[in-house]
């Protein structure tokens, strides 16, 4: 299949064509001097031997071409089916490569400046729930102060009036008012203590939580996507790899071609030339016996 190949066949024809003729003309120097008439029919059975010899050995070199030619035929068949089943697995093709490596960058861009945003946005928040908390530590020095002063007022009223019942100067009733009304203010109190450390930053809570489930997701969306990126840019090397195959493919499809059409030409040729052959010998002999019973004669 390579013109090297090609030549050294070509040296070899030349070679056996001047040894057969070398052999020709040595066996007529050593015969007797034919009639004209059998040295013309020797000479074209000795060009036609000549001719078909090279037939012979052009159909040699096209059957050895076509048999080589089948071989690395099946060698790329089969390299063109892993490539397209490592395609078919990637879900690219050399059409549709570029447009999902476009749409993948696209993506990538995006989404990293959406990330950004949300995490400005949750900086800022966190910001916000820790300056809340602050403030609520702040205000709670003064109100356990207050708590603590009206505590002490209802106990010393409560105190006033169980020192009045001891005396006869107030009532059972008033007693028990007394302590009903500490024991309102203790539980008052403690609500409003407890309602204050749950409501610090609860207006944030919900937001901040929101905020960082679209910082999880989108992060894992970037990530997914440059993890893509990097399986198809890997599938460059087997779109390409199929590209040569096939066109390689192509190439040896056009040379089994060429070799059947040559081979087919060689077998005709052949066929018509051992059929001409025939006819030569036949004359030939004939011409021999005539020459023969005219020297009888």
Known sequence: MTLHRFAKTASLIVAIVFLIRDERLLAQAV???????????????????????????ERSSAAAGQAEAKMRADELDKMRSDLLRQQYELGVSKVSYDEI????????????????????RREILIAQQESGQKSAEEQKEPLAEMIKQLIEIQQERLSSIEA????????????????????????????????????????????????????????????????????????????????????????????LLDFSRRSKKCEELLSRNQFRKEQLNAEYKRAEREEKNDDDQ
Do not use: C, F
């Open 31 to 57: 015969a007797p001097n034919p009639s004209p008439k059998i040295s013309a029919l020797g000479q074209q059975l000795e060009e036609l031997g000549l001719e078909i010899q090279t037939i012979e050995t």
């Open 101 to 120: 490596i476009r749409h993948l960058q696209t993506q990538r861009v995006q989404l990293s400046v959406d990330l950004a945003g949300i995490e400005a």
């Open 164 to 255: 009045l019942h001891a005396r006869g100067s107030a009532a059972t009733g008033d007693v028990l008012n007394a302590k009903q009304q500490l024991l309102e203010t203790q539980i008052r109190l403690a609500e409003k203590i407890h309602a204050a450390n749950d409501n610090r930053g609860s207006s944030l809570d919900p937001e901040l939580l929101n905020v960082s489930l679209a910082r999880a997701e989108t992060a894992a969306r970037l990530n997914r996507v440059n993890q893509l990126l990097g399986e198809y840019v890997g599938a460059r090397t087997t779109i390409d790899s199929l590209g040569r195959v096939q066109s390689e493919i192509g190439a040896v499809e056009s040379s």
